[in-house]
Antibody
Framework: EVQLVESGGGLVQPGGSLRLSCAASGFTFSSYWMHWVRQAPGKGLVWVSRINSDGSSTSYADSVKGRFTISRDNAKNTLYLQMNSLRAEDTAVYYC???????????WGQGTLVTVSS | QSVLTQPPSVSGAPGQRVTISCTGSSSNIGAGYDVHWYQQLPGTAPKLLIYGNSNRPSGVPDRFSGSKSGTSASLAITGLQAEDEADYYCQSYDSSLSALFGGGTKLTVL
């Protein structure tokens, strides 16, 4: 069974940093591209970042470019999102998502809440 | 402002048919990228509903169907049931393989 379990969320002050992790199991993690998608309270889904299967290619939404870094450790079956210079508008539930063979986002984690507030 | 445009809300009575549109442009849907649809029940993570424009993952009822034409796509739900009340999102890509989402549509079953 495919499982994606996010961790690392919490309350952080504006300007602070957090690192999110996503532990993957039930599939060959190193074969799949992965995304981070976020959802602010009461709002819609917003794409944040994606990484290819070996970590050599990444892409970011303009709103997080230069502040967030996506990475992965295929030996540990873990996806990461390093978030620096956090702003109030980064407050959201962050989902770790697997990319399926047809480029669909076929499995989603349960999400981890990041709250940026003083 | 989402790159893909969806109606904020739709509604229908039990048993009826509703459709949700998703309008993009020649840079995304019109460029040939597939459209995928997700259902998000209240308080839960999104779930894949339709992939590759019109395909249903295992376990998704055939009451749900998708189509794509030109720069737009549609999700149709027939035989509406109370449990279909949820938020629905379309998704596609642009040339940099950045994922694009619609703003979401809230379905209310009257």
């Amino acid at each position: 069974e495919v499982q994606l379990v996010e961790s690392g969320g919490g309350l952080v002050q504006p300007g602070g940093s957090l690192r999110l992790s996503c532990a993957a199991s039930g599939f060959t993690f190193s074969s799949y591209w992965m995304h981070w998608v976020r959802q602010a309270p009461g709002k819609g889904l917003v794409w944040v970042s994606r990484i290819n299967s070996d970590g050599s290619s990444t892409s970011y939404a303009d709103s997080v470019k230069g502040r967030f870094t996506i990475s992965r450790d295929n030996a540990k079956n873990t996806l990461y999102l390093q978030m620096n210079s956090l702003r109030a508008e980064d407050t959201a539930v962050y989902y770790c998502v697997r990319v399926g063979s047809g480029w669909e986002l076929d499995y989603w984690g349960q999400g981890t809440l990041v709250t940026v507030s003083s | 402002q989402s790159v893909l445009t969806q109606p904020p809300s739709v509604s229908g009575a039990p048993g009826q048919r509703v459709t949700i549109s998703c309008t993009g442009s020649s840079s995304n849907i019109g460029a040939g990228y597939d459209v995928h649809w997700y259902q998000q029940l209240p308080g839960t993570a999104p779930k894949l509903l339709i992939y590759g424009n019109s395909n249903r993952p295992s376990g998704v009822p055939d009451r749900f169907s998708g189509s794509k034409s030109g720069t737009s796509a549609s999700l149709a739900i027939t035989g509406l049931q109370a449990e279909d009340e949820a938020d629905y999102y379309c998704q596609s890509y642009d040339s940099s393989l950045s994922a694009l989402f619609g703003g979401g549509t809230k379905l209310t079953v009257l």
